[in-house]
DNA sequence: CTGAAAGCGCTTACAG
DNA sequence: CTGAAAGCGCTTACAG
């Protein structure tokens, strides 16, 4: 009998070979693959294990082939949130590859655009769109999410409603923390640049700093809050003003790296060093808080994590309106980190001194 | 007998519904799909007619899983590309899904990490590797890739050998417009950063740099040479040593974005104004350009553009060797762009009159 | 918690 | 020139 000439051109290994090397069914590790709960710890780490040593990776052509369940969904982004993009495209595609869906990727520039892209996409056959900042605090953008009933998920943004979820990090808690971390370090007088208003960010990371201080008793100082608008050039000027404040902060805590990094250039252009003569503090720890030199102390978001989150929510809302619920927006709340780099130490000696006397006539 | 339930969830028609309607088999329509030429003009007309009256699309996943022809490439990237990163991947991704093959983005933090990765990917099935840089420069990457066999392509690198593949611009032809544009100017001293030294397009842009200043009959003077790294911090040193030197540049170019933000920092902190006191000029385009202030004038390199044309390299070489050829590495060129924006200006008046002696005296 | 069977929609390889 | 069979690699639906 002439054997059949095998179709298989790849040599890469199948659901089968990973089975057969766990010693399971091809359903067991299907099981596993899609995460389902109703598997042995035991099993599971065994089919793990067989997948790592093999190199598999599923083919998705046979999943989507299999699964009928093809959800699309959309991922918005505009210019100025390139510093995210990266890690968004990279945690978002990661899961959705584990969702079996398919996340089509659409950059709009302004936002007229924005309602553009987004009213062709849902015409396509997109289901659910993941928008990340700047655009997902747009007013217009808001707007059209609510009048068009699309399930929607923000990245790093607290802002839920109805049909739109959120992941962020808890900005009140984070820049409460930063600014403890700055008074523990000996700091009194701690300057803030506040970010953009329209952003609601903006407001939470005022009111953790300014709580941080009446927590440990410091006096919250008008003169000490500089308005920024999340870009270099407002920090340039904010820490201009900062600087040039009587009894000048020993430390400047910046609502985003942009503007910290921006203070940092300040302070070298007036012959102060970072940290010693001053402590600079950002916010996202963004590429830049790397760049610039000193590295900066900052709070990092886990914009991965946050993708990934912000894909699950959106998958699992889609699968319920097919099943004909609608689920109310959510807001999942993940870890920061306080990131401890070079551009932040004690005060000096000097201002020391004045610190206790700050301390004491404080109001 | 119990009835199986359907599993379709689609009511698509498919090719089954389409011979029925013809009144032939579903081979013989897959014939037609694909314009095969062995099929009476009767029958297809007949095919045609009942593909066009069911609205019949064929199905992506469907195909590819049958036809086994499913390419899957490697994309590796490490932590310092993050600046090329999201566009690599949005040009990768794109180009991926327009070839109906599957793009498997991996991150690897260390040289070893890369060969674990890349061996784990070939092991997957992975049959061509997509590297960006600074990976692609790295000798242990480049040895592995040699050693493999496996067909990569190189984004940003000009360096192509037997199994790699490269798309980048010129970067010598780059170097030598900024030069051009820099002199164009009025500029006579004109200092240049050098990239890190194991980088080829260090060696090349430096290579633009003296040529133009040679066709413009200027000297090329060691003095206003400075060695960086492509990092800020090593920008910060250059730029101290190029503006100390007696009778300073007005103009400094460096070979990188980084390199160049830095040297505004320090033309700052010296007071010098950019660009009334000392232009300043950049190359890549990164983020880092338009957040520092003044923006950076600078050199674009097309990143979506070049991941696309890497993908295709990449998918045509996979082809070729499932056909049993094996290509030559090739080197794809794609035109930069000389994007001008804060940084550069005309030399001040003062240095003007410098100037003039300095071409007359030069050696 | 696990697996055997059937099927997703198409194409390859073979036989007429 | 045409078609019946087998198979791509996975998942659903069912049964234990």
Chains 1, 2 share one sequence.
């Not at 936002?111 to 997109?126: Q, Y």
Request: glycine residues 6%; charged residues 25%.
């Amino acid at each position: 009998m002439k054997q059949r000439q095998s179709r298989r051109q790849r040599n890469a290994p199948t659901i089968s070979d990973v089975a057969r090397s766990a010693g399971v069914s091809p359903m067991t590790v299907s099981r596993v693959i899609n995460g389902e709960s109703n598997v042995r710890a035991k099993t599971r780490d065994a089919v793990l294990a067989a997948i790592e040593s093999l190199g598999y990776t599923p083919n998705r052509a046979a999943r989507s082939l299999a699964s009928a369940d093809q959800i699309i969904i959309g991922l918005l982004y505009s210019n100025p949130s390139a510093a995210y993009l990266s890690e968004v495209l990279v945690g978002g595609l990661e899961q959705a590859s584990r969702h079996n869906i398919q996340l089509v990727v659409e950059k709009c520039d302004t936002e007229e655009d924005a309602e553009t892209v987004a009213a062709r996409l849902m015409a396509g056959g997109v289901e659910g769109l993941l928008i990340t900042p700047p655009l997902s605090d747009q007013p217009r953008m808001q707007e059209l999410l609510r009048a068009s009933d699309t399930p929607a998920a923000a990245i790093a943004s607290e802002n839920a409603y109805n049909n739109t979820s959120a992941v962020s990090i808890d900005d009140y808690q984070a820049a409460f923390a930063m600014t403890r971390h700055i008074i523990s370090l000996g700091h009194r007088r701690i300057g803030f640049v506040i970010g953009d208003t329209n952003q609601i960010a903006s407001g939470r990371r005022l009111a953790g700093y300014r709580d941080a201080l009446r927590e440990a008793g410091l006096p919250v100082d008008d003169a000490l809050e500089a308005q920024g608008h999340f870009t270099y050039r407002s920090g340039l000027q904010a820490a201009e003003q900062l600087l040039a404040v009587e009894d000048r902060p020993t430390a400047i805590f910046a609502s985003n790296d942009d503007m910290a990094a921006a203070t940092v250039a300040i302070a070298h252009r007036r012959g102060l060093d970072v940290p010693s003569d001053l402590t600079v503090c950002g916010f996202d720890d963004t590429a830049l808080a790397t760049t610039v030199w000193p590295e900066l102390t900052t709070i990092h978001q886990p914009i991965i994590e946050m993708a990934r989150a912000a894909v699950d929510l959106l998958v699992e809302e889609v699968r319920a309106r097919r099943d004909g619920e609608v689920l109310e927006g959510r807001h999942q709340l993940l870890d920061f980190t306080l990131v401890q780099r070079q551009s932040d130490a004690p005060p000096p000696a000097e201002s020391d001194g004045k610190r206790r006397v700050g301390g004491t006539t404080s109001v």
